[in-house]
């Protein structure tokens, strides 16, 4: 069976996996016994079997299955198509010939590696989990046909899939449950060409000190993430509603509309990219449509979040065209501004004046929120929390005054604490001075153009 690595988290992803195989090989011992039997009594997966066991929580596989929504089916069909790779024997059982025709048995499907190993094919998928059911083996293949979300985990198929076509899991999906992360170079691959960037923080959903409607907000955007297959799959909405999810953060710059999308990332397991829109629809013009496309296509099969920064500079007020160079650039805004409302995924838009968007753009948004700059309460809790707690704090600091007489964003508040942590470290100490923070405000709102 599996290897289990010194690593803590490739031993726990190895018995997570381990223990999905173990079911996988009694739900095959269990098909092939029904079939055998006299006369078959093969059914659907579910009356078959119970559910796969309870993963750990905390292995990739676990964040796999949550990731990809993969119920008994399509969980069956994923370590399906990871036997080969994983625990090869567990498909010897289906390399048996039909002894009247001397070859193999069509129903289980496969093909013959080189090596003398068993690749499944999308007829043993079927034979797997349908059986003799015809409705259960339709309803497997329109998944496959149509690219259902769980079917991200595979390599795409033709759009009428060949019984005999090799199941295959997606080369990032088997770098990812095999290594333990994604695929780098490919993600690298994906993004050269296009100004973007993924980010992450380390910060929890507790961290954010926000207004409750911003809160709230917010949490309808992470709901999305993790309910929104759902509502259009369960409850039918996909042709009712658009697929995907798009919000427009505005609000002075520190207000925290970055940290916003890393943390919504963060809690619903997705990767966030930031792309810089301003030099997207400028440096890259005569490219653009190549390399969006390119950046949609991963982002929507790999459930990325895409955080578009500087969204001025797509959905600003409309200008006359004055020359061909304009027209073109307006070509490749209007490609954006389609693909956003298609992608089937969420898209946030950053921008620091809701004034700036064009009044026509409104009405494309599922979500505005406002990150407005916080109150005297809330700045007091940001400059609180934003110090070392290794660091000791000048008693004639009074945080509840310096909260009051300065508004100023959480952004500002984190450069002016390092700056005056970086001064305490020069002097040798870890003692931070009142005298410094006032000098670091002031240099602060002289930045903004602001007398202090």
Not at 212 to 226: G, S, Y
Not at 400 to 406: F, G, K, M, P, S
Request: glycine share 8%; hydrophobic share 45%.
């Amino acid at each position: 069976m599996l290897m289990n690595d010194a690593s803590p988290g490739h031993s726990i992803n190895a018995r997570d996996l381990e223990q999905d195989l173990d079911w996988l090989a009694r739900l095959l011992q269990r098909r092939l016994s029904s079939y055998f039997a006299t006369p078959s009594t093969s059914q659907p997966l579910p009356n078959i079997d119970t559910a796969p066991p309870v993963l750990s929580g905390d292995s990739v596989w676990a964040e796999f299955v949550r990731e990809h929504a993969l119920g008994a089916r399509e969980r069956a069909v994923v370590l399906l198509a990871l036997a080969p790779s994983l625990h090869p024997a567990l498909l010897d059982a289906l390399t048996v010939s039909n002894e009247s025709t001397q070859r193999p048995f069509a129903e289980f499907g496969g093909q013959q590696h080189a090596g003398g190993a068993f690749l499944p094919t999308v007829q043993t998928a079927c034979f797997l989990v349908a059986g003799d059911c015809l409705e259960a083996r339709l309803a497997l293949l329109a998944d496959l046909a149509l690219g259902a979300p769980w079917t991200s985990a595979l390599t795409p198929l033709t759009e009428l899939p060949d019984a005999g076509q090799l199941l295959q899991v997606d080369p990032e999906a088997q770098r990812r449950v095999t290594l333990g992360g994604p695929a780098v170079r490919e993600t690298r691959d994906v993004l050269q060409g296009v100004a973007a960037r993924r980010v992450s923080t380390g910060l929890g959903w507790h961290d954010l000190v926000l207004p409750p409607d911003t809160l709230a907000e917010l949490e309808e955007i992470r709901d999305w993430v993790l309910h929104g297959p759902t509502l259009l799959e369960d409850w039918g909405l996909r042709d009712r509603i658009r697929p995907g999810h798009t919000a427009l953060f505005h609000g002075p710059p520190g207000t925290g509309k970055t940290l916003a999308a890393c943390l919504i990332g963060k809690l619903c397991e997705r990767e966030v990219h930031r792309i810089d829109l301003s030099l997207v629809v400028s440096k890259y013009i005569g490219e653009t449509e190549k390399n969006l496309s390119r950046l949609f296509e991963a982002a929507e099969k790999r459930g990325w979040i895409l955080f578009f920064d500087e969204a001025d500079a797509l959905f600003g007020k409309r200008t006359r065209v004055d020359d061909a160079h304009d027209r073109y650039a307006n070509q490749e805004v209007s490609y954006l501004l389609q693909r956003i409302e298609d992608f089937a995924g969420v898209v946030i838009l950053a921008s620091n004046l809701r004034s700036n968007i064009d009044d026509a753009f409104m009405r494309r948004f599922q979500s505005v929120v406002a990150f407005p700059m916080p109150r005297p309460p809330e700045r007091a809790r940001l400059w609180r929390e934003a110090f070392s707690r290794r660091a000791t704090l000048d008693g004639a600091l009074n945080i509840d005054r310096l909260a009051e007489r300065h508004e100023i964003a959480g952004g500002t508040i984190m450069n002016v604490v390092r700056w005056v942590s970086l001064r305490a470290l020069a002097r040798g100490e870890m003692f931070i001075r009142a005298d410094d923070v006032d000098e670091g405000v002031r240099r602060e709102l002289v930045k903004e153009g602001r007398a202090f």
